[in-house]
Nanobody, 124 residues
Framework: QVQLVESGGGLVQAGGSLRLSCAASGSIVSFNDMAWYRQAPGKQRELVAELVLGITSSRRLNYLDSVKGRFTISLDNAKNTVYLQMNSLKPEDTAVYYC??????????????WGQGTQVTVSS
């Protein structure tokens, strides 16, 4: 089985930076699709950043309009870890951030799932 564990959240002042990490453990061969979502109190979960490597579909990189130019999603294959670098943070970025991923396993199957979430709070 695969487990996704997020870390790196916290309290930061507006204009500051945080880097979220999502470490995947298990019998993973490679990532196909990875994404970061966020959910603020009273709001629906929204897609913040997505990176599709294009093994089974076209490669694509998507960002929520409000984070373009400030957030960057990346993957360290050697560490099986997905990152979200967040710069120039704003109070409206405050939310619980979740990663999800689709990965290929050593037995030839695929796994899709979510992490437990990490809280990001940006003070004004």
């Amino acid at each position: 089985q695969v487990q996704l564990v997020e870390s790196g959240g916290g309290l930061v002042q507006a204009g500051g930076s945080l880097r979220l990490s999502c470490a995947a453990s298990g019998s993973i061969v490679s990532f196909n699709d990875m994404a970061w979502y966020r959910q603020a109190p009273g709001k629906q979960r929204e897609l913040v950043a997505e990176l599709v490597l294009g093994i089974t579909s076209s490669r694509r990189l998507n960002y929520l309009d409000s984070v373009k130019g400030r957030f960057t999603i990346s993957l360290d294959n050697a560490k099986n870890t997905v990152y979200l670098q967040m710069n120039s943070l704003k109070p409206e970025d405050t939310a619980v951030y979740y990663c999800n991923a689709e990965v290929y396993l050593t037995d030839g199957s695929t796994w899709y799932g979510w992490g437990q979430g990490t809280q990001v709070t940006v003070s004004s």
